[in-house]
Every structure is written in C-alpha cells, then in structure tokens.
C-alpha cells in the first residue's frame, strides 16, 4: 500500500476500484450494485485474503497480459488437479455465453491473475499454475467450489462480436438475393 493515494486506482481480485479512504493500512472503496453482482467481492468477509495490485502507470514494465479491471463474470473451481510440476484448475463460468471468448492458448484474468488457457468446453475451461504463482496469489486459499472473477480479453471480445456481426450481415444479404 506504499504511496496509495484518495482516488487511485487499485485491483481487487481482479476487479478495478477507486480508493475512497485512507485509515493507516486500511483502504475503502464504494462498491455499486453492479459490481456486486458481477464479482465475488460481496462475498469477501473481514480477514478473508484477496488478491490485491495497484494499477500500472505508463512506462511501467508489462510482467503478463494486459487487464483492465473490469470483469464481465464469475466462474466455480470445479476441479482441481495438482501433479509435480504444477497444479490444473478449472473453472466453470456462471454465464456460459462467455466461454465463447476464452480461446485455448489465449489468456483470461482470474481474480486479477493473467493466466494462459489450456483447454475450452461449452461453459468451462482450465489453466496450469506453476508454482510461484500459487505462492504469489489466493489461489493456495481456494478449493473446489470457491468463486473467483473472470475477466475475458477485450480485444478477443471485439474481434469474435465484429465476425459475428459481418457473418451475420453477410448470411442475411445472401439469403435475400
């Protein structure tokens, strides 16, 4: 929390919040319904930990993918498979309509986490964890059946709605003819 100030902005798993108030090492945020119903945050006691990162400034260096803050759902640990080298979660998306948006390969942000993607099905998809990053993040503090955010990329979001828009478009005009 070193240097926060009133009105920064910061991540809290995952999703993006303006400082409202300061109180030695305690923060505040005002939460809207919104972001209640679209995050895990409502669900989050006093005590519980949470991922917790502060916004990067222009110039700064990019560690992973780029994320805003702004997630568009939530997904239940559904399974979690730990061998030697690293752990596989997977994770079962509250709204299956975005599944359509996490690509194999690709990444999505896990309360907060840019993680690349293993696998994809209709409402579910997987990631592999190495180590440092269960150490570095809540993930070692959740089971199966806990919540996390999920925060697809935004470019991947505009690219599959445009073709599916000019697909759409181009159906429509050729059934027409």
């Known amino acids: 929390m070193a240097g926060v100030q009133m009105g920064a902005s910061v991540a809290i798993n995952g999703t993006c919040l303006t400082v409202t108030s300061i109180d030695g090492d305690a923060i505040e945020f005002d939460v809207i319904g919104e972001t209640l119903r679209r995050t895990n945050l409502g669900a989050l006691k006093p005590g519980v930990k949470c991922n917790y990162e502060r916004s990067t400034r222009v110039g700064d260096e990019i560690g992973g993918h780029t994320v805003s803050g702004h997630v568009?759902?939530?997904?239940?640990?559904?399974?979690?498979?730990?061998?030697?080298?690293?752990?596989?979660?997977?994770?079962?998306?509250?709204?299956a309509r975005w599944a359509k948006y996490v690509l194999a390969k690709g990444f999505?942000?896990?309360?907060?986490?840019?993680?690349?993607?293993?696998?994809?099905?209709?409402?579910?998809?997987?990631?592999?964890?190495?180590?440092?990053?269960?150490?570095?993040?809540?993930?070692?503090?959740?089971?199966?059946?806990?919540?996390?955010?999920?925060?697809?990329?935004?470019?991947?979001?505009?690219?599959?709605?445009?073709?599916?828009?000019?697909?759409?478009?181009?159906?429509?005009?050729k059934a027409l003819k």
């Open 108 to 173: 999505v942000a896990v309360n907060g986490c840019s993680l690349t993607v293993g696998e994809v099905g209709d409402d579910w998809f997987s990631v592999y964890l190495i180590p440092e990053t269960i150490r570095v993040t809540t993930f070692a503090d959740l089971g199966v059946g806990g919540t996390v955010n999920v925060e697809v990329e935004a470019q991947t979001v505009a690219i599959v709605d445009t073709v599916e828009r000019v697909v759409a478009k181009y159906l429509e005009d």
């Open 72 to 95: 568009q759902t939530t997904a239940e640990v559904a399974e979690v498979a730990r061998t030697e080298n690293n752990e596989r979660w997977q994770f079962r998306l509250r709204e």
